[in-house]
């Protein structure tokens, strides 16, 4: 049996449902196929219930720094089990809002794996939908490396349903999900370990702000080896041993747990891209600068399966309505990604909008670049901040800010006055003139730029 709908739309997640909000408010049918949990990863399996875990990560740290503020603690421990069933009351639930959300509004909902058939038809349990217009927002999966006993490895939504805290941690790969996850356990008891095979963790991030998050990492005991290749994985009765060349020498580590920290790639494999006339190369679907596909004009793409925009859950809502309104009312819309900010979550946390100094160069500008480290400043030491660091970038020629890159003293939430700033043209000058709350650290933006 076939169905028709204006617009199919394959993902339920943050560009899914964007995408599909965008087709029900102008009065079009819709359809959304979803191959696993409705709702997609960043409420299911990511940024919420990892936020949840980050949270008591940050309790710990507050407690450990008590002694600064004069205060006297006992002993503190952290109930895992207890603090996984709190993290899941987050989840539990939410599929069946997000699918009410979808059927209240009159839209279809169909589960299932979608395989394309043709450029405008998929398939999904021997039943055929067509639609005018299709959206491609599967989102991500994680990452695989060709390494002996990979089969071995948990991914991070295995660490959101951890019910027994490991003794020993290692996660191969140095990338945002391993940062955050290490902050958490490294507090909550475990040993933990980060493999990276690159030069640096977080490769993509201003080096100067990851050094100081490296530097302070370490210094809660996480060890983190750059520059080395894992060889092999083996399971023993109730552990694994880790092989890998550190320098000139091959160590082995042992661990009762082994992560996928390599990051994640676009899901867009099981959708058979060849049979829908979608070019893609390596999993990468060939769009232009509207997020249609370039082979198939009846075809957008957004969200994290899109794999060359940053995966991020408000980029995931940013691009889904780009990609429904210019689906179904032909906008011409183009994603600016200049001014989005990211984090990562870390006890404290790293932060950054716009050009680093390597993109600022790249793109013509001489900088010029303030670098402050903020621990000896009154509002860090008020707080017994162990991280506090900022670069500001800014152009000389407009006073205009090109990039902004900070560490600890709320850097998830002071990231956002900069973005602001570059949103809305505002001058540096500007920045440092206005008048704020005082002390916070907000206000030591003023001296910042």
Request: hydrophobic letters at 45%; one cysteine or more.
């Amino acid at each position: 049996m076939t169905h028709h709908s204006d617009l199919l739309v394959l993902g339920t997640g943050n560009a899914g449902m964007a995408a599909a909000g965008i087709a029900h408010r102008e009065g079009k049918s819709v359809t959304l196929v979803e191959s696993r949990d409705v709702g997609g990863t960043c409420a299911i399996r990511g940024c919420v219930p990892k936020k949840v875990l980050v949270a008591a990560a940050a309790s710990l740290d507050v407690i450990a720094r008590a002694g600064e503020h004069a205060i006297t603690t006992g002993e503190v421990q952290l109930d895992w089990p207890a603090l996984i069933r709190r993290e899941r009351t987050f989840v539990d639930g939410v599929p069946d809002m997000f699918k009410s959300s979808i059927l209240n509004r009159g839209m279809t909902l169909v589960t299932g794996q979608a395989v394309f058939i043709g450029p405008n038809a998929v398939e999904v349990d021997s039943e055929t939908y067509t639609a005018d217009k299709i959206v491609i927002a599967t989102g991500s999966e994680p990452a695989t490396l060709p390494i002996e006993g990979w089969a071995h490895t948990v991914t991070s939504d295995d660490l959101l349903t951890l019910e027994t805290l490991p003794d020993e941690v290692v996660f191969i790969g140095g990338g945002v999900i391993a940062l955050e996850f290490a902050h958490v356990l490294i507090r909550a008891g475990a040993r933990v370990t980060i493999l990276e095979a690159a030069p640096r963790v977080l490769p993509r991030l201003d080096p100067d702000m990851v050094d100081t998050l490296v530097d302070y990492t370490r210094s809660l005991g996480v060890k983190i080896h750059t520059g080395v290749s894992v060889q092999s994985i083996s399971r023993q009765e109730d552990s694994f041993t880790v092989d890998v060349v550190i320098g000139d020498e091959i160590v082995s580590l042992n661990a009762n747990l082994v992560v996928n920290g390599a990051g994640r790639r676009s899901a867009v494999e099981a959708l058979d891209l060849e049979a829908g006339g979608i070019t893609s190369d390596r999993g990468q679907i060939k769009v232009d600068a509207n997020l249609r596909s370039l082979s198939n004009p009846s075809v957008y793409v957004a969200g994290d399966a899109l794999a060359t925009s940053p995966q991020l859950s408000p980029v995931a809502s940013y691009e889904g309505r780009i990609a429904g309104e210019n689906a179904i009312l032909s906008a011409g819309s183009t994603p600016d990604y200049t001014t989005i900010p990211s984090a990562v979550y870390t006890v404290p946390a790293i932060a950054s909008v716009g050009l680093n100094e390597t993109a600022a160069k790249a793109a013509g500008f001489d900088p010029v670049i303030k670098v402050n480290d903020l621990r000896d400043w009154r509002s860090a030491k008020t707080y017994a901040e162990a991280v506090a660091f900022a670069k500001v970038l800014i152009d000389p020629e407009t006073d205009l800010v090109l990039g902004a890159h900070l560490a600890g003293h709320g850097a998830e939430e002071v990231i956002h006055l900069f973005t602001l700033a570059m949103k809305t043209g505002m001058t540096a000058s500007e920045l440092a003139t206005m008048t704020y709350a005082y002390p916070t650290f907000s206000s030591d933006l003023k001296f910042l730029v």
